[in-house]
């Protein structure tokens, strides 16, 4: 069975992002993987600082998100737009787990997985920005990213009143990235 880690680059409260991975979340379970759906929140991790990581070594939560990625086949990401970019917390956290402790392959929780990425915003491009420094950002450290991607617009308008998802042609496409996501893992398993 394929692995797959999903996680949003944000922490807020009724995040948009979360909404839109809990459903790219039902998509790649129903096409067989083993999915492990984590809050960044859970992983709070200091600035990435080089002076202090040589004091202090790899911090344990990064550590442990590193070990997470590592031991799975391919990543569901879900970032919101900063100002046409990717958010400070998705970024550091990907620094962190970029760094390698003794004795572990450079790059090794990147290195040949594949990710499926989206991003949702309430703005009328969806987070279509954040999509291109994302993309280029992980193909960079070694994750071959699926050439399709989604980017939910007016994501507020697409849920119902507990905050989920309810618009159907939204969650029809969330879930069919993810599903891509796991047919690709299973074919390259399969070699
Ligand atoms: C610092 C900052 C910059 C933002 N820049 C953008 C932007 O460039 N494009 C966009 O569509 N929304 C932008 N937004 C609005 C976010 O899309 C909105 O806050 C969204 O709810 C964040 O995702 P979340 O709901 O998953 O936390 C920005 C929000 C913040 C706080």
Do not use: C
Not at 3 to 31: E, Y
Not at 117 to 136: E, K, T, Y
Not at 138 to 150: A, M
Not at 167 to 173: E, K, N, P, S
Request: aromatic share 6%; glycine share 8%; charged share 20%.
């Amino acid at each position: 069975m394929v692995k797959v880690l999903a996680f949003a680059g944000s922490t807020r409260k009724g995040s948009f992002n979360q909404a839109i991975l809990d459903i790219a979340v039902q998509g790649a379970r129903s096409a067989g993987a083993d999915v492990t759906v984590i809050n960044l929140a859970d992983y709070p991790m200091p600035l990435f600082n080089q002076d202090e990581e040589a004091d202090q070594g790899i911090h344990e939560n990064a550590q442990a998100f590193k070990t997470l990625l590592t031991a799975h086949d391919g990543f569901l990401i879900a970032s919101p737009e900063y100002n046409s970019s990717y958010p400070a917390l998705l970024k550091n956290v990907i620094d962190w787990a970029s760094r390698s402790a003794e004795g572990e392959k450079p790059m090794q929780a990147f290195k040949g997985k594949v990710a499926a990425i989206m991003a949702s915003s309430p703005g009328a491009l969806g987070g279509l920005r954040v999509l291109v420094p994302l993309r280029m950002l992980l193909e960079n450290i070694g994750t071959l990213v699926l050439p399709n991607q989604r980017a939910i617009a007016n994501v507020h308008t697409l849920m119902d009143d507990n905050g989920q998802i309810s618009d159907a042609r939204t969650v029809q496409q969330l879930q069919g990235l993810a599903v891509e996501l796991v047919e690709t893992l299973q074919k390259l398993k399969s070699k």
